[in-house]
């Protein structure tokens, strides 16, 4: 993690979250700042972090440089190529592409590739609902669909997927969504083998803090119920769980003040939720995979248990068939087939280890 501001006042710390705890670095930093963007770029194992808002006491400004990050050493890339300054824009690797994605920012929604040594502007916005929301988004890849998912919360809800072959933005967005809402986070959560988002800030009469989660499902948003929560609050961090056993948040600006703490969602059931993707039947009922009710959030998230208006035919997760439209080989591999192994997909595939691709697998 790097930057941010509070109180202010822009930071240029960079903090590592490691076994649980985080841990300040020393060294020479990037300049302080907020509103940057950082991504893991697995085909180079560095992080990548561009842009920013440079805050009064100094000329408040944009910034358009680009620093790479070794897990040790910050070292600035000198490369004429770049995107103008922006802040609030969101980046995400695309594994199948070998390049980071950059979007948006306030009041711009250019898309652009990192390919390790050079910046490419490949798109120069003109999304159905383009606009000043778009500095508001959260963007992160998805295993699932294959695909950089782009959330647009505000001012109004969307999902796109980014298309690297045709340097085009298609609308993902499914039937059942979320409330509007700006500064939602979202990340791959590799346990529930879905997108799960949280929180945000919805701007009515006044500006109101939301602490609900979400998860995105084959054909739709779902909200989940958790024990526990992170205050309400926008505008945080939400990551993979670097174990792969769910995802973590940090901080964000909730209704009173800016938060600091740090949160593991993860799965508490009695069994695995994975059980849903073995057959295994772990509860003994003598039930397994999509012949387990328990299992109805994968199998047929649109018909739950005890409706009565649920197409019986309707496409499910191990009928046996791979329906083109609703599941794919990281939603329904029961079906489609395993994925090939793509080292930064946020999943640890046979053939892949922590040392031929430590952003995926932790042994």
């Known amino acids: 993690m ?20 985080w841990s300040l670095a020393t060294g ?30 100094t000329t408040p400004s944009l910034i358009s440089d680009t ?3 070794d897990g040790q050493t910050w070292t600035r890339d ?42 490419t502007r490949r798109s120069a916005g003109g999304l159905a609902n383009s606009g000043p929301g778009f500095g508001l988004a959260s963007m992160t890849y998805d295993p699932g669909r294959g695909r950089v998912v782009l959330f647009l919360g505000a001012p109004n809800v969307a999902l ?19 409330s509007p809402r700006a500064y939602a986070v979202v990340a791959w959560n590799a346990t529930r083998r879905a997108l799960t988002l949280f929180g945000g800030e919805f701007f009515g009469t006044a500006i109101s803090y939301l602490g609900d989660t979400w998860e995105l499902g084959p054909t739709g948003w779902q909200t989940v119920a958790t024990e526990a929560a992170p205050e309400a609050s926008g505008e945080g961090i939400l990551v993979p769980d670097p174990a792969g056993a769910g995802a ?49 959030t994968r199998c047929t998230p649109m018909c739950p248990p005890g409706a009565v208006q649920c197409d019986p035919n309707a496409p499910r997760c191990g009928d046996g068939v791979c329906d083109p439209i609703l599941e794919t080989c990281g939603l329904c591999p029961e079906d489609c087939g395993a994925c090939p192994a793509r080292c930064g997909d946020a999943i640890c595939e046979p053939g892949e280890s922590i040392a031929s691709c430590p952003g995926d697998c932790t042994l």
């Open 28 to 57: 020479a930093m990037p300049s302080a700042r907020s509103g940057a963007a950082m991504a893991y770029d697995a085909a180079r194992d560095r992080i990548v972090l561009f842009g920013g808002y440079q805050s009064p006491p």
């Open 67 to 69: 620093w790479l990050f």
């Open 248 to 296: 973590i948040a940090f901080g964000g600006l909730g209704a009173s003040t800016v938060l600091s703490d740090t949160w593991r969602l993860r799965w508490d059931g009695v069994t695995e939720y994975e059980a849903c993707n073995t057959g295994a039947d772990l509860d003994g009922d003598g039930l397994a995979g999509c012949a387990d009710p328990d299992c109805w």
């Open 78 to 119: 000198l490369g004429a190529t770049h995107p103008t300054g922006k802040w609030s824009q969101t980046m995400a690797y695309d594994p199948i592409a070998g390049c980071v994605v950059l979007f948006g920012g306030r009041l711009d929604d250019e898309t652009w590739e990192w390919d390790g040594s050079a910046w």
């Open 160 to 178: 796109w997927g980014w298309d690297h072959v045709s340097g085009k933005w298609d609308d993902l967005s499914p039937s059942l969504e979320p």
């Open 2 to 21: 790097f930057g941010g501001q509070a109180g202010g006042v822009d930071s240029n710390e960079t903090w590592l979250f490691e076994a649980g705890r």
